[in-house]
């Protein structure tokens, strides 16, 4: 695929975002957008957000979880991109009017500590790590009916829209990272319930995924960056009036309110 073509995808993509609007999937007309087309896609529409003065401030994995995989239909790890436009503080507010479908997931998020390059072990990547914390993740995907495939779902940065962290940080080496309970509730009421170890088996092993992926493309995770390790359990979609609020066991709460 051209560069021009992959910048003109990232257009699509990119101005969907900016406008909430709905777009067909770019594979319908586009036969030659393979895995690495779409990452490379997902690159350019993150340029032009750069460009726009947002900063990057860390990554994500998305489909790790069964439940996730299974609610999608898509069936392996991806990874996107966090910007400086995506960040809500602790008990923020998300504001519908902005979004086009949005839904809510529990995840566990890592700050690092060290650059993290791949080739590595679980092992080796939770000693990059600075601490682990609960989050909310918010999706829009700029698909319609949220529907899409794998390279669609890459070139659109993992329908990446909002995030929050709670306001713990916990020294991985001081938790049970592999099994935490996991519970998200709204309004008061619980929604779903989980473990940590719905995320890859362990969010180390989603953390060191993301760094051997990154590694085929020449690229690492930074010192001081996020990492979200992905949805434990399904999302679920955004109502007006919603306060939205996971706890984890030994890291905390995060929550959101939706406007
Ligand atoms: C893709 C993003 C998935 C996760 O945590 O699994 C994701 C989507 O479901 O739209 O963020
Ligand atoms: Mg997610």
Known sequence: MTSD??????????HAAITCTEI??????????????????QEASIARRLERGERLVGLKMGLTSRAKMEQMGVHEPIYGRLTSSMVLSDGGRVKLDELCHPRVEPEVAFIMKDDLRGPVTPAQALDAVAGVCAALEIIDSRYRDFKFTLPDVIADNTSAVLFVLGSTLVPADRVNLGNLGMVMSVNGSIVETGSSAAIYEHPARSLAELANMLARRGQWIQAGQIVLSGGATAAIALKSGDHVRVDIDELGSAEIVVA
């Not at 992959?6 to 990119?14: M, N, P, R, Y």
Request: hydrophobic share 50%; net charge negative; charged share 25%.
């Open 24 to 41: 067909g999937m770019l594979t319908a007309d586009e036969p030659e957008l393979t895995i690495a087309n779409a990452y490379a896609v």
């Open 5 to 14: 073509r992959i910048e003109q995808l990232a257009e699509i993509v990119d």
